[in-house]
C-alpha cells in the first residue's frame, strides 16, 4: 500500500508542476516524468492495474462530457470533412506504424498505438491494454504535441500572412 500511495504522491507533485508551467498536457507529462525518475533510482513505484481502468473510465467520461445537443447538430455540417480527415489521418498513420515498425525493430502494436492519430493520454491507455510498449507510445506523442504545439502557430501566423 506504501508503494501506492508514494506513486500516487510523486505523479501528483509531478502533475502539480505540469500545471503550474502552464505546458500542454503538462499534468500528465510531468506526472509520466516525476513517476519514471522515482521508478528509475528507487524501483519502488507501483499502480495497480485496476487503477488503470479507472483511469480509462475517468478520460472517457471526461470526454463524454464535452458532447451537447449542439454539438450532435454541428456534426451534420462537419460528417463528409470529418470522414475525410480520419480516412486520411487514419491511412497516414498506418503507413507511418509500418515504417516505424521497419526501421526501427519497433513491435508493430506499439508502432500503430504510437502513430495513432489520438491524444497522449487515450493513447497511452489505451495502448497498455493491448500489450504495447505504452512508455515508447508516451513518448512519442509527448514528442508530437511538443512538436505541434511549437511549430503549428509560426505555420499559421506565416499561412494567415498571405491571405
Known amino acids: 500500500m506504501g508503494k501506492i500511495i508514494m506513486t500516487l504522491f510523486v505523479a501528483a507533485v509531478g502533475g502539480l508542476v505540469g500545471i503550474k508551467l502552464k505546458i500542454p498536457a503538462g499534468a500528465l507529462v510531468f506526472s509520466m516524468l516525476?513517476?519514471?525518475?522515482?521508478?528509475?533510482?528507487?524501483?519502488?513505484?507501483?499502480?495497480p492495474y485496476n487503477f488503470r481502468v479507472m483511469a480509462q473510465i475517468v478520460v472517457g467520461g471526461m470526454i463524454g462530457?464535452?458532447?451537447?445537443?449542439?454539438?450532435?447538430?454541428?456534426?451534420?455540417?462537419?460528417?463528409?470533412?470529418?470522414?475525410?480527415?480520419?480516412?486520411?489521418?487514419?491511412?497516414?498513420?498506418?503507413?507511418?506504424?509500418?515504417?516505424?515498425?521497419?526501421?526501427?525493430?519497433?513491435?508493430i502494436v506499439t508502432a500503430l498505438f504510437s502513430t495513432a492519430p489520438g491524444g497522449l493520454t487515450d493513447m497511452s491507455l489505451i495502448s497498455d491494454s493491448y500489450g504495447a510498449d505504452s512508455p515508447k507510445v508516451a513518448v512519442i506523442h509527448t514528442l508530437r504535441i511538443v512538436l505541434v504545439v511549437t511549430f503549428v502557430p509560426i505555420i499559421i501566423k506565416f499561412i494567415t500572412r498571405f491571405m
Open 65 to 107: 462530457l464535452r458532447f451537447t445537443k449542439e454539438t450532435m447538430v454541428e456534426i451534420k455540417e462537419i460528417l463528409i470533412p470529418s470522414i475525410v480527415i480520419i480516412l486520411v489521418l487514419t491511412v497516414f498513420s498506418l503507413f507511418l506504424a509500418f515504417v516505424l515498425h521497419k526501421t526501427t525493430g519497433m513491435d
Open 34 to 47: 516525476a513517476v519514471a525518475i522515482y521508478n528509475i533510482y528507487t524501483a519502488n513505484a507501483f499502480i
